[in-house]
T-cell receptor
Framework: GQNIDQPTEMTATEGAIVQINCTYQ??????LFWYQQHAGEAPTFLSY??LDGLEEKGRFSSFLSRSKGYSYLLLKELQMKDSASYLC??????????WGAGTKLIIKP | GAVVSQHPSRVICKSGTSVKIECRSL??????MFWYRQFPKQSLMLMAT?????????EQGVEKDKFLINHASLTLSTLTVTSAHPEDSSFYIC??????????????FGEGSRLTVL
């Protein structure tokens, strides 16, 4: 079966760095997405990886290793507004998106 | 980025009535639209995938006669919850993408619609 695993919840301190991991097992691979979702709101796009390596976008970076079925989202200089759920999603060979359950990130002052 | 508009954002209805939710892509042609529902503290659950001009493909366990999806144009898809019951109360989210032309197929989400059935 297809499966996306990510931690349920993480806690970090304002100003620090946090890494959210995502491992996947899917039927084929056509890209991996990270989305941020604040409570009660729709997800917003953060990053897209289809090739191995690190993609950097300001305070957020996303890494992919296709051979290991692994990705991480790195958040630097954490701000209180970064408190949200972070969803990892993988697009399989049929272009279907398989979603992880999300990681709730709690930022403490 | 591309804009997807979803309406209404909140709706309260009586049990047994039907509710229609609209999803519009405002500045691009959406070849494919997805409908999700999300219960509190849970991830997105895909309900159905609709391609413009064809019947929607429903995920296992989703009743197609209860959740009617119409994708009549490249910019509009609608979800109608028929004969709604309290257990249908949820957050419904649409997303749109354009898989044509080598696009990354990034998903653009609507704002979501919170349905409460009394």
């Amino acid at each position: 079966g297809q499966n996306i695993d990510q931690p349920t919840e993480m806690t970090a301190t304002e100003g620090a760095i946090v890494q959210i991991n995502c491992t996947y097992q899917t039927s084929g691979f056509n890209g991996l997405f990270w989305y941020q979702q604040h409570a009660g709101e729709a997800p917003t796009f953060l990053s897209y990886n289809v090739l191995d390596g690190l993609e950097e976008k300001g305070r957020f970076s996303s890494f992919l290793s296709r051979s290991k079925g692994y990705s991480y989202l790195l958040l630097k200089e954490l701000q209180m507004k970064d408190s949200a759920s972070y969803l990892c999603a993988v697009r399989d060979s049929n272009y279907q998106l398989i979603w992880g359950a999300g990681t709730k990130l709690i930022i403490k002052p | 980025g591309a804009v997807v508009s979803q309406h209404p954002s909140r709706v309260i209805c009586k049990s047994g009535t039907s509710v229609k939710i609209e999803c519009r892509s405002l500045d691009f042609q959406a070849t494919t639209m997805f409908w999700y529902r999300q219960f509190p503290k849970q991830s997105l659950m895909l309900m159905a995938t609709s391609n413009e001009g064809s019947k929607a493909t429903y995920e296992q366990g989703v009743e197609k006669d209860k959740f009617l999806i119409n994708h009549a144009s490249l910019t509009l898809s609608t979800l109608t919850v028929t004969s709604a019951h309290p257990e249908d109360s949820s957050f419904y989210i649409c997303s749109a993408t354009n898989l044509a032309g080598g696009d990354t197929g990034e998903l653009f989400f609507g704002e979501g619609s919170r349905l409460t059935v009394l």
